[in-house]
T-cell receptor
Framework: KAGVTQTPRYLIKTRGQQVTLSCSPI?????VSWYQQTPGQGLQFLFE???????NKGNFPGRFSGRQFSNSRSEMNVSTLELGDSALYLC????????????FGPGTRLTVT | GESVGLHLPTLSVQEGDNSIINCAYS??????FIWYKQESGKGPQFIID?????DKRQGQRVTVLLNKTVKHLSLQIAATQPGDSAVYFC?????????FGKGTRLHILP
């Protein structure tokens, strides 16, 4: 079974721009979560989607948004990028009822200059 | 605030010895505690979980211990191998969110 895939793997953007990251979960996994990972703050939960609905949200500003499609693929968007948004953005999928057992993709490394 | 944290940022262990990675938590309402491993350049990988009503759970070469009295979680890795070199995160499932600790880097000495 193919793992979680994320595109692109690397991205360089300028302050004020917006960015869209994509995630394809493992086949059969309907829950998709997004995390931001930085050296200072560690792994922080952004949001979780299930059946095209946002089920949970972390403590991030409204510039961070996401969505999920009917095939469970998910995208996250960050608008008006700030330098502090530079991070590794990780997507994870899980089976219904086993959301604690997350399968992570390799991440998208976003650098904001 | 409530958080999941690690006692040590770095742990060095001789190859073949057992490793013990510790974690303290503050929220008693969590129903699951989980350990993840993250190798360089990769996303975290699920290792093992333990329900809050259990004290111990064993997997392949790993054992997780949960002490609810002192709110302490540990991961024991038997016969540590070079492939165990990674950052290990404890995490808790709380309010349907996975809250991760800061991580412990495990170094394997030859």
């Amino acid at each position: 079974k193919a793992g979680v895939t994320q595109t692109p793997r690397y991205l360089i953007k300028t302050r004020g721009q917006q960015v869209t990251l994509s995630c394809s979960p493992i086949s059969g996994h309907r829950s998709v979560s997004w995390y931001q990972q930085t050296p200072g703050q560690g792994l922080q939960f952004l949001f979780e989607y299930f059946s095209e609905t946002q089920r949970n949200k972390g403590n991030f500003p409204g510039r961070f948004s996401g969505r999920q499609f009917s095939n469970s693929r998910s995208e996250m968007n960050v608008s008006t990028l700030e330098l502090g948004d530079s991070a590794l953005y990780l997507c994870a999928s899980s089976l219904m009822g086993r959301e604690y057992e997350q399968y992570f993709g390799p991440g998208t490394r976003l650098t904001v200059t | 605030g409530e958080s999941v944290g690690l006692h040590l940022p770095t742990l060095s262990v001789q190859e073949g010895d057992n490793s013990i990675i510790n974690c303290a938590y503050s929220n008693s309402a969590s129903d699951y505690f989980i350990w993840y491993k993250q190798e360089s350049g990769k996303g975290p990988q699920f290792i093992i979980d333990i329900r809050s009503n259990m004290d111990k759970r064993q997997g392949q070469r790993v054992t997780v211990l949960l002490n609810k009295t002192v709110k302490h979680l540990s991961l024991q890795i038997a016969a540590t191998q070079p492939g165990d070199s990674a950052v290990y995160f404890c995490a808790e499932n709380r309010d349907d969110k996975i809250i991760f600790g800061k991580g412990t880097r495990l170094h394997i000495l030859p």
